[in-house]
């Protein structure tokens, strides 16, 4: 693949994903399907601009990527689940096989913006966990010094929603500074670093999506299941 859009890139140095050193020959070898969320919707959104930088590189690391836009999307319990917007965020949740969360840090937090996103996307969905056992990666921007705040929540929030976070991460301070004109995050070490986050999102998911119902099995779901089954055949007998 061209590296024409990573002009930050060194092309020595940027290598492809070795799939064959991660999963089997029976593994699937679709192009992995990564979801894209970010927390502003100002008009020039560091946030946004840094999820749209690692969508690139996730397309060059061969994925299929989606961003998803929050704007129109309502409160969580200020609109039904049928919302359109609601319902198109549910679908590519359902979609994907891994995720990007990008937030920038407010008042030492994650943005409520980014915050009802995940609040939207519940830990069942008609039988079945949206969430569970798809790779996650964090990021977050911030307007003064590095901090760690926003994705130290967003990880909480990526293990209730029982989700494969990745170890690595990324915090890029002042962002103003690390964005060109046109919005091309500039040439550093904070950008070398998500470089770094996308390859090895990319990486667990190869090593992982196969494998993440086996992962993500627990004995105490398994016992309670039992005892429901042993219930109705219980009731049916009385």
């Known amino acids: 693949m061209k590296l024409d859009d990573l002009p930050n890139i060194d092309p020595e140095q940027l290598e492809p994903i070795d799939i064959d050193a ?13 979801l894209v969320l970010y927390g502003s919707l100002r008009e020039r959104s ?33 609109a039904d689940s049928d919302h ?9 949740a359902t979609w994907s096989e891994g995720m990007v969360w990008v937030s920038p840090e407010r008042h ?5 913006i980014m915050k ?18 798809k ?18 929540q967003l990880r909480v929030l990526g293990r209730w929603m029982r989700m494969l976070t990745i170890p690595n991460q990324s915090s890029v301070p002042k962002a103003f ?19 770094d986050v996308c390859e090895e999102l990319v990486k667990f998911t190869w090593l992982t999506r196969d494998r993440s119902a086996y992962l993500t099995d627990r004995y105490s779901e398994r016992v309670e299941s039992a005892e429901q089954v042993s219930q109705r055949v219980n009731q049916a007998t009385h």
């Open 135 to 152: 790779t996650l990666a964090v990021m977050e921007v911030s307007g003064g010094s590095q901090s760690f705040n926003a994705v130290n």
């Open 22 to 34: 991660l999963v089997g020959p029976e593994a699937s070898r679709h192009a992995p399907r990564i």
């Open 177 to 195: 500074n690390e964005f060109d004109e046109a919005g091309r995050m500039r040439f550093s070490p904070l950008y070398q670093r998500v470089v």
């Open 108 to 112: 030492g937090a994650m943005t409520g």
């Open 116 to 133: 009802a996103q995940i609040d939207w996307i519940p830990l069942a969905l008609g039988g079945v966990r949206p969430t569970q056992g």
């Open 84 to 92: 359109p917007r609601v319902q198109e965020l549910r679908e590519l």
């Open 46 to 78: 560091y946030s946004r601009l840094l999820a749209e930088e690692a969508a690139r590189l996730l397309r060059w690391y061969g994925c299929d990527v989606r961003t998803f836009n929050p704007s129109g999307l309502p409160l969580p319990d200020d």
